[in-house]
C-alpha cells in the first residue's frame, strides 16, 4: 500500500471539492463568497427572537403613534366636531406604519384609548368619544376601555 503525505492529501481533496464545483457549474472562488457570505450572515441575520423583538417594536411604534396622534388632537380640539379629521389622521399613522386594515385592528383602538386617558379625556366626554370613534361598535368600545384602563 503507498502511503500518501498529507500534502497529496490535501490536493486530491482540493481536486476533488473543486471537481464537484465545477460539475455542478461553480466555481471555487463562488463557493467561497458563498461560503463567506453565509457565515457572515450567520453572525449578523436576526434570530428568530429578534425578529419578534422587530415586530412587537413595530407594532408598538404604531401603538405610540396612534396614542400620541391621539393626544395630540384632543389637546388641540376641543371636541370631535371634525370625526373625519381625527379618523383621517388616525389612516396616515396607519399608512406609515404599513398597517392596511387599521380599521379592525384592535391595536389601533386601544392606543386611541390610551390616547384619551394620556390626553384626561374623562367621564361623559370620553364616553361620547368612544362611541363616536367606534361607530357603536361594541368591540371596539372595549378596545378602546381596555387601552383607557391600561
Known amino acids: 500500500m503507498v502511503s500518501l503525505g498529507h500534502t497529496s492529501t490535501r490536493y486530491y481533496a482540493v481536486l476533488g471539492v473543486s471537481t464537484v464545483l465545477a460539475?455542478?457549474?461553480?466555481?471555487?472562488?463562488?463557493?467561497?463568497?458563498?461560503?463567506?457570505?453565509?457565515?457572515?450572515?450567520?453572525?449578523?441575520?436576526?434570530?428568530?427572537?429578534?425578529?419578534?423583538?422587530?415586530k412587537k417594536t413595530g407594532d408598538n411604534?404604531?401603538?405610540?403613534?396612534?396614542?400620541?396622534?391621539?393626544?395630540?388632537?384632543?389637546?388641540?380640539?376641543?371636541?370631535?366636531?371634525n370625526q373625519n379629521a381625527f379618523m383621517k389622521g388616525i389612516s396616515d399613522v396607519a399608512s406609515q406604519n404599513s398597517i392596511v386594515d387599521w380599521e379592525a385592528n384592535p391595536k389601533t383602538y386601544r392606543a386611541i384609548g390610551k390616547g384619551l386617558r394620556k390626553a384626561r379625556v374623562s367621564?361623559?366626554?370620553?364616553?361620547?368619544?368612544?362611541?363616536?370613534?367606534?361607530?357603536?361598535?361594541?368591540?371596539?368600545?372595549?378596545?378602546?376601555?381596555?387601552?383607557y384602563n391600561n
Open 23 to 54: 460539475l455542478s457549474g461553480c466555481s471555487i472562488s463562488d463557493s467561497v463568497g458563498s461560503i463567506s457570505d453565509s457565515v457572515s450572515g450567520f453572525s449578523t441575520s436576526p434570530s428568530k427572537s429578534s425578529e419578534k423583538d422587530t
Open 61 to 81: 411604534q404604531y401603538e405610540n403613534e396612534v396614542q400620541d396622534f391621539t393626544v395630540t388632537y384632543m389637546r388641540t380640539n376641543s371636541s370631535l366636531a
Open 123 to 147: 367621564g361623559a366626554q370620553y364616553d361620547n368619544y368612544k362611541k363616536q370613534l367606534s361607530n357603536g361598535d361594541s368591540g371596539k368600545m372595549e378596545d378602546i376601555q381596555e387601552g
